[in-house]
């Protein structure tokens, strides 16, 4: 049993890795191979040595009657109860930092920063979104910040090839960027939380060969891309970004912020940081809001995020 679901993953892998040329959504090859593994590994049954692991002296002593068969699917179900935990501790965290960017962009938030990138060169201005994408996803980190970019790039950059060049070098500064913070990647934040890092010797080590990984693919492309926004400009509402916008776009940021602090503090996992801040940017989006009817005040709710 344990081959086939050796082959089951192997093949699955196969299908997610091949989406294009099977014209299978990835997610529907990823739910089937999933389900199928957890699936045979439940029907197989318990093993002699597996029966004798320590993994089961884990378990209450109110098991001690069960029988094999009973004791292994207790031991199935705790297993993908913690395998839930863990990929919904994930989607809670990105739910809650991708609604509090779509907040801000609600209130136009992001033309504040937008406002002030004057220039109208290709060349210059994918130098000043990588590098500010550079440091953002230290501070932040990289998921967060590619999110945040991207909505900022769709602000500056009106049309197709040009975006998509702009978006792919954001990736590669955010992950270059989150490298030597101890809290801008998943990975560095967990070996710091391990203690197998110190945050003063990651970012002295790192730092260097970040900006390394960031200027050789920056320069590559700078070479070949070349002229003008010709014909864009950036959207003005009245007399800028309003009050509104200002607001949430420091409260959503500095929230983002704080979620590394709260968890240092707190020691609870990252998505209970992200929800708290969540509920913050929700109160004051309502609060700045208070004349506007039903319908026009859903589009400045969490809901309409």
């Not at 004349?291 to 026009?296: I, R, V």
């Amino acid at each position: 049993m344990e081959f086939l679901i050796v082959i089951i993953f192997i093949l699955g892998y196969i299908a997610i890795a091949c989406e294009h040329p099977l014209k299978i959504n990835k997610t529907a090859s990823a739910l089937l191979t999933g389900v199928l593994c957890w699936t045979l590994f439940a029907i197989q049954g318990p093993s002699q040595s597996l029966l004798s692991s320590l993994e089961y002296q884990t378990f209450s002593t109110s098991f001690v009657n069960l029988t094999a068969t009973e004791i292994y699917r207790q031991f199935v179900q705790s297993a993908l109860a913690e395998h839930l935990s863990e990929i919904s501790s994930i989607l809670f965290f990105l739910i809650g930092a991708m609604t509090i960017v779509e907040l801000i962009d609600a209130h136009d938030g992001f033309q504040f920063i937008t406002d002030k990138i004057k220039t109208r060169s290709v060349r210059s201005l994918l130098w000043i979104v990588c590098w500010l994408t550079f440091f953002l996803s230290a501070i932040l980190d990289n998921l967060t910040t590619s999110i945040v970019m991207i909505s900022l790039i769709r602000k500056l950059i009106p049309y197709g090839e040009t975006r998509l060049v702009f978006a792919g070098m954001v990736i590669i500064a955010a992950n270059a960027g989150g490298a030597w913070s101890p809290i801008g990647d998943v990975t560095t934040t967990m070996l710091w939380i391990g203690g197998q890092i110190t945050s003063l010797k990651i970012m002295q080590q790192l730092i260097v060969p970040s900006m390394v990984c960031l200027l050789i693919p920056l320069a590559v492309i700078s070479f070949k891309i070349k002229g003008k926004l010709a014909g864009f400009e950036i959207p003005q509402n009245g007399n800028g970004v309003g009050k509104g916008g200002k607001i949430m776009l420091a409260v959503g940021v500095g929230i983002l912020l704080f979620v590394p602090v709260f968890k240092t503090l707190t020691h609870l996992p990252p998505y209970m940081g992200i929800l708290l801040g969540l509920g913050i940017v929700w109160v004051v989006s309502e609060l700045i809001n208070p004349g506007l009817d039903e319908g026009n005040r859903k589009q400045y709710s969490a809901s309409g995020a």
